[in-house]
């Protein structure tokens, strides 16, 4: 059922599974975007994509402000949003199983420590995300050591 025409289950396929599992369960999922380490490909992977793609991106803070590294991040989030799980059958951004969704785990700006550079970003994303969908919880995933000037 996971498996796609070569044989392997693909992300997409991987959450749908593991969406359907949690709500037969009754556990309440939190999804991220993205994390701001490199684990799973972080916002280092959309860095990356630019470049591959011929955009002058100066660092991986450049996520925050670069117009084709945000517009990225934003067909992510909608084709996450928007899917439907094979298995269930349920539009994510209907689905009651997902409890909340994160912008990004520990978003962080070495180029700029007050905190302005996310906030502006946080607002468009949260923006973006909930006009897409109105129903879930939304988070930062913030620590909490950038300053007052941080929401």
């Known amino acids: ?3 796609s025409k ?6 997409a396929q991987a959450l749908d599974f593991v969406i ?3 709500r037969k369960r009754g556990i309440h999922l939190m999804l991220s975007f993205v994390n701001n380490n490199n684990d799973f490909g972080g916002r280092t992977q959309y860095v990356q994509w630019a470049r591959n793609a011929g955009a ?4 991986n803070d450049d996520f925050y402000t670069n117009p084709v590294l945000k517009g990225y991040y934003k067909n992510r989030v909608k084709r996450v949003i928007t899917r439907f799980n ?13 409890m909340a969704s994160g912008l990004m785990n520990e978003p962080r700006c070495q180029v700029d420590y007050s905190g302005r550079t ?6 468009e994303m ?5 006009a897409l969908d109105g ?17």
């Open 6 to 11: 070569s044989g392997r289950c693909n992300e």
């Open 135 to 151: 129903k879930h919880l939304l988070e930062i995933g913030m620590e909490g050591f950038y300053g007052d000037s941080l929401l």
């Open 126 to 130: 949260a923006t973006y995300v909930k």
């Open 20 to 22: 359907s599992e949690a």
């Open 118 to 123: 996310i906030t502006a970003w946080v607002q």
């Open 86 to 98: 094979t298995i269930t059958g349920i539009a994510y951004r209907d689905d009651p199983t997902i």
């Open 1 to 3: 059922m996971l498996e």
């Open 56 to 59: 002058q991106i100066n660092s």
